[in-house]
């Protein structure tokens, strides 16, 4: 946010880079792991022009600081929240406030008591998120009846079983 304060499309760019996990490699190049992401494509993503990528490119790798992070970004992986379902998983959705420490702890072990196992934990970064959610994906679908326990959560404001 130093870098880009003033420059809300750059802001755009940087944080969609962050949230897809992209990386600046050698020369300046878009990548998703090992697959280079067209700047034009980022842009849209972005809902800006391809140009506000390449300057926002140059801001990142002109700052010692930014060019080491987004050298070292990496995607974080599948996400099976849109396909827990087809997958026989279950998945449940919080929406909490970021800065109560325990909520992960707590909801995970709402499950763990109830011998139900863990595939997957994804929580959206509040830095990037407006209202950050936690989701947990299971390895069976999570009961009902644990809704109101997850609600009790303290910093929970919201659940939903997907």
Do not use: W
């Amino acid at each position: 946010m130093e870098k880009f304060g003033n420059l809300p499309s750059q802001t755009r760019v940087a944080r969609k880079m962050i949230e897809l996990g992209l990386a600046i490699g050698e020369g300046g190049r878009v990548m998703c792991g090992e697959v280079e992401v067209k700047e034009v494509s980022l842009g849209r993503a972005a809902g800006v022009d391809r140009r506000v990528v390449r300057a926002t490119i140059n801001s990142i790798r002109s700052d010692a600081k930014l060019s080491k992070l987004f050298a070292g970004i990496r995607p974080a992986g599948s996400f099976l929240k849109d396909v827990a379902h087809e997958l026989g998983f279950g998945a449940v959705e919080l929406e909490a406030n970021a800065k109560k420490a325990g909520i992960i702890a707590a909801a995970t072990g709402l499950l763990a008591r109830r011998k139900i196992s863990i595939r997957q934990v994804y929580a959206k970064d509040p830095e990037l998120f407006e209202n950050p959610t936690l989701v947990i994906i299971t390895e069976k679908p999570v009961p009902g009846n644990l809704l109101a326990a997850f609600s009790k959560i303290p910093g929970v404001k919201k659940v939903s079983l997907l």
